[in-house]
């Protein structure tokens, strides 16, 4: 009888926790749209999305637009799964392309924090094709999306640490200029120390807790240099000077171009270099990280690497490749 009663008292205790999960509330910040709100409470957009937009649709205003002042439900936590075959769901990347399915296992276990330079403010470097501006953060926040796609394939969990809630993953060669970007639902500031502390502060807030569910995480932060037009580049990577793991990680990054290049175009070579640096967001993000340069924005070739949409992905296919090489080294 005691037992029967102790099974009794458990199974209360169990259901009234999930439903003190099912109970977290919570009200928006203004201009914060339902992924970042979910980013701010711990919940992945591509888990949580649709439970939210179920729990809470008769507070929401057209088009599933939160309202300022309306305390809304946060959905209860789910048990993690990436495994191959899962189905995931990320609106960031847009409609076309929200629905990720897993193919792979091969980076279960790995998370990773993905930061497109600059945005909201700054439009980082300003390059010219025609009549056309092309702004670094918009061809680094594309290329930053197809990359996170193709690690989330990978079995892999993903933090898209800049985001834009209406550009999602695009196949346009000049891809339009905006200044929507936030650091994952907070407005980025105009100040250089302050824009990059800011997204500094929200990896190593991810990090602390992730490290305890991670075997492998690691931080990329995705650039496009500007130089003088004549002036042609490859991809280059930089290190943390301080983190072994970082130098690792940025070698393995580029023998992968390297062998690409060899294979893709064999006549040409790959002059893509690798050294460390004292840069800010590697010295101050905890998990180790590299930081990557995709080319000179100024100079007509380097361009292509950057409108074609077919370059676009294969280059964030190649730095997925990258992780990869480095995660089966660490494990």
Same mark, same amino acid.
């Given at each position: 009888?005691?037992?029967?009663?102790?099974?009794?008292?458990?199974?209360?205790?169990?259901?009234?926790?999930?439903?003190?999960?099912?109970?977290?509330?919570?009200?928006?910040?203004?201009?914060?749209? &339902?992924?970042?709100?979910?980013?701010?409470?711990?919940?992945?957009?591509?888990?949580?999305?649709?439970?939210?937009?179920?729990?809470?649709?008769?507070?929401?205003?057209?088009?599933?637009?939160?309202?300022?002042?309306?305390?809304?439900?946060?959905?209860?936590?789910?048990?993690?799964?990436?495994?191959?075959?899962?189905?995931?769901?990320?609106?960031?990347?847009?409609?076309?392309?929200?629905?990720?399915?897993?193919?792979?296992?091969?980076?279960?276990?790995?998370?990773?924090?993905?930061?497109?330079?600059?945005?909201?403010?700054?439009?980082?470097?300003?390059?010219?094709?025609?009549?056309?501006?092309?702004?670094? =953060?918009?061809?680094?926040?594309?290329?930053?999306?197809?990359?996170?796609?193709?690690?989330?394939?990978?079995?892999?969990?993903?933090?898209?640490?800049?985001?834009?809630?209406?550009?999602? &993953?695009?196949? =346009?060669?000049?891809?339009?200029?905006?200044?929507?970007?936030?650091?994952?639902?907070?407005?980025?500031?105009?100040?250089?120390?302050?824009?990059?502390?800011?997204?500094?502060?929200?990896?190593?807030?991810?990090?602390?807790?992730?490290?305890?569910?991670?075997?492998?995480?690691?931080?990329?932060?995705?650039?496009?240099?500007?130089?003088?037009?004549?002036?042609?580049?490859?991809?280059?990577?930089?290190?943390?000077?301080?983190?072994?793991?970082?130098?690792?990680?940025?070698?393995?990054?580029?023998?992968?171009?390297?062998?690409?290049?060899?294979?893709?175009?064999?006549?040409?070579?790959?002059?893509?270099?690798?050294?460390?640096?004292?840069?800010?967001?590697?010295?101050?993000?905890?998990?180790?990280?590299?930081?990557?340069?995709?080319?000179?924005?100024?100079?007509?070739?380097?361009?292509?690497?950057?409108?074609?949409?077919?370059?676009?992905?294969?280059?964030?296919?190649?730095?997925?490749?990258?992780?990869?090489? =480095?995660?089966?080294?660490?494990?």
């Amino acid at each position: 009888m005691k037992n029967k009663l102790y099974i009794l008292l458990f199974l209360t205790f169990l259901f009234s926790g999930t439903t003190l999960w099912a109970q977290q509330k919570a009200t928006p910040k203004a201009g914060e749209g &339902i992924s970042s709100f979910l980013w701010r409470h711990n919940r992945s957009p591509r888990k949580y999305y649709d439970d939210f937009i179920e729990l809470n649709k008769q507070k929401l205003g057209k088009n599933n637009v939160l309202k300022v002042g309306v305390t809304y439900v946060i959905p209860p936590p789910k048990a993690k799964s990436t495994k191959k075959g899962t189905a995931l769901n990320e609106p960031l990347f847009g409609k076309q392309l929200a629905d990720v399915k897993v193919t792979s296992s091969r980076l279960a276990g790995a998370c990773f924090y993905v930061v497109s330079g600059h945005g909201g403010p700054d439009p980082g470097a300003i390059g010219k094709s025609g009549t056309h501006e092309l702004h670094e =953060d918009e061809y680094a926040y594309d290329i930053a999306l197809r990359l996170a796609r193709n690690l989330m394939q990978e079995g892999a969990e993903v933090r898209i640490i800049i985001q834009d809630a209406k550009d999602g &993953i695009r196949d =346009d060669s000049y891809l339009s200029n905006s200044k929507r970007e936030t650091c994952m639902g907070d407005p980025i500031p105009l100040k250089q120390v302050q824009r990059l502390q800011q997204r500094c502060d929200k990896i190593n807030a991810f990090y602390r807790k992730d490290r305890k569910n991670y075997s492998y995480c690691r931080a990329i932060f995705i650039h496009i240099d500007s130089r003088s037009k004549g002036k042609r580049t490859d991809v280059f990577f930089y290190y943390s000077n301080k983190k072994g793991d970082s130098k690792r990680l940025a070698n393995h990054m580029k023998d992968t171009f390297e062998s690409k290049y060899d294979k893709h175009q064999p006549n040409r070579g790959f002059s893509g270099t690798v050294s460390g640096r004292n840069l800010y967001v590697l010295s101050h993000t905890t998990p180790a990280s590299v930081f990557v340069e995709l080319g000179n924005i100024q100079n007509t070739f380097d361009q292509r690497r950057l409108v074609m949409k077919s370059n676009r992905q294969a280059l964030a296919k190649w730095m997925m490749e990258g992780f990869l090489k =480095d995660y089966k080294e660490k494990k």
